[in-house]
């Protein structure tokens, strides 16, 4: 008896065990911001793991603007390359996969929109943002339009309309992605997705979901490569220079300035910066300082704030990047912030600076005093615990407050309490 409910219970634990090893796992790994080297480190990583794992397949889940042209040709190749079938899968609702990103949408084995996203726009554009001209333009665009071609060829997709992508900046969403040849299927969600793909890899059952999660280092990468957190860092460094200045010898400013400088620098090796941006960044600023310095009637400032704008907007506009911008909010934010720095707190500081150091006798102008005695235009008046001689055009009663004006030797000129100096 023991024998026969031994042998049954071995039975039943390798069913149990035969069913897991024949459910097929699909990995998921997300991608959002913009596509930069570390990106597709991440995305070799997913498809190695999932090579490893003998996974039915990797899904890789796209939100991006843009990213990285250099980047992004990697991807394709990794994804080409993959022993694993991948999914790209632009999700979710609302989500587009832009610009640069549209070559990875489409290099997909099997490419995937949700309802409500959008992809295309691949049209390669110079550093300031404007269509290339020229010699350039050709090279830059003949290029581009061979790599979507590639792209469109190797996995049967619509060549033509690929390209228009590319020619014309098209955009398409899913609905008419999926009309154009362009894309394999459109869904609700990720179990809808799950039950496509059980179709299309002819399995014998529903996938499992597998989610591969990034690292510290990669999340860190990630917030790196994002062009709005690498312009609040370079706005954060200005600041705490001018805090420091201000306040100088604590040197919590000056640390934690350099801890961003730091960061900085690292997030300007992920995604290229155009040097021009930068400048004009730095002259708008300058122009702002000169404000206080130079009468221009309001002209530096308006300078200031053209430049600082348009210094934002070619900051991440560099050769090989498509679709890196700086969010127009931010921008707003940040001007908004300079003007309240430049015309309250600043005004406050140079008049400060402006003004002459108070020492020796010169310190106590200004200083409120109590009339004790008053004849004509002299008399005498309590200070700080002292009698002083003193003078004035206005006449005073006795126990009258006045303002020191002017100190000449041991005599003062006073004035009345609220008469201006």
């Known amino acids: 008896m023991k024998r026969i409910t031994l042998l049954f219970i071995s039975f039943a634990v390798s069913l149990i065990f035969s069913a897991t090893a024949d459910a097929a796992t699909v990995y998921f790994v997300e991608v959002k911001g ?6 597709r480190k991440y995305i070799q990583k997913a498809i190695d793991k999932a090579a490893k794992d003998n ?24 994804i080409f390359e993959s022993p694993v079938p991948v999914v790209v899968y632009v999700s979710p609702q609302g989500a587009h996969a832009g610009s640069a990103c549209t070559f990875i949408t489409l290099a997909g084995e099997y490419a995937v929109m949700a309802e409500g996203t959008n992809i295309g726009a691949a049209h390669p554009v110079d550093i300031t943002g404007k269509n290339i001209e020229g010699d350039m333009r050709e090279k830059a665009m003949n290029d581009t339009v061979s790599f979507m071609r590639a792209i469109a060829e190797k996995r049967g997709r619509n060549i033509e309309e690929a390209v228009l992508t590319v020619t014309e900046s098209k955009s398409f969403t899913a609905s008419e992605a999926i009309k154009a040849g362009l894309i394999d299927g459109v869904v609700n969600n990720d179990d809808s997705l799950l039950l496509m793909l059980e179709t299309e890899l002819n399995l014998d059952a529903s996938p499992l979901r597998a989610d591969i999660k990034p690292t510290l280092t990669e999340r860190a990468a990630f917030m790196l490569s ?8 370079f706005f954060f460094c200005l600041l705490l220079i001018f805090l420091e200045i ?14 961003a400088i730091i960061l900085f620098m690292v997030g300007i090796n992920i995604i290229p910066v155009n040097m021009l941006g930068l400048l004009l960044i730095v002259a708008g600023i300058l122009l702002f300082v000169a404000e206080f310095f130079l009468t221009s009637y309001g002209l530096f400032a308006v300078a200031g704030i053209a430049s600082f704008i348009g210094g934002v907007r070619l900051l991440f506009d560099t050769a090989g990047a498509q679709g890196i911008r700086v ?18 707190v600043g005004r406050l500081l140079i008049k400060d600076f402006r003004r002459k150091p108070a020492v020796g006798l010169d310190a106590i102008v200004g200083t409120v005093c109590t009339v004790i005695q008053w004849e004509n235009e002299k008399g005498k008046v309590y200070l700080n615990g002292e009698i002083w001689n003193a003078q004035s055009d206005t006449p005073f009663n006795k126990d009258d407050e006045v303002t020191v004006a002017e100190v000449n030797g041991m005599l003062l000129t006073v004035k009345a309490v609220n008469t201006a100096m």
């Open 55 to 78: 996974a039915a397949a990797l899904v890789i889940k796209l939100n991006t603007p843009g990213g990285v042209l250099e980047s992004t040709r990697g991807i394709v190749e990794d």
């Open 34 to 39: 913009v596509v930069t080297e570390p990106t």
């Open 246 to 259: 201000k306040i100088p010898g604590s040197f919590v400013f000056a640390g934690t300035g350099i801890v």
């Open 226 to 233: 994002n062009p709005n957190t690498l312009l609040i860092l």
């Open 327 to 344: 969010s127009v909010g931010l921008i707003v934010v940040l001007v908004a912030v300079l003007l309240f720095l430049f015309f309250f």
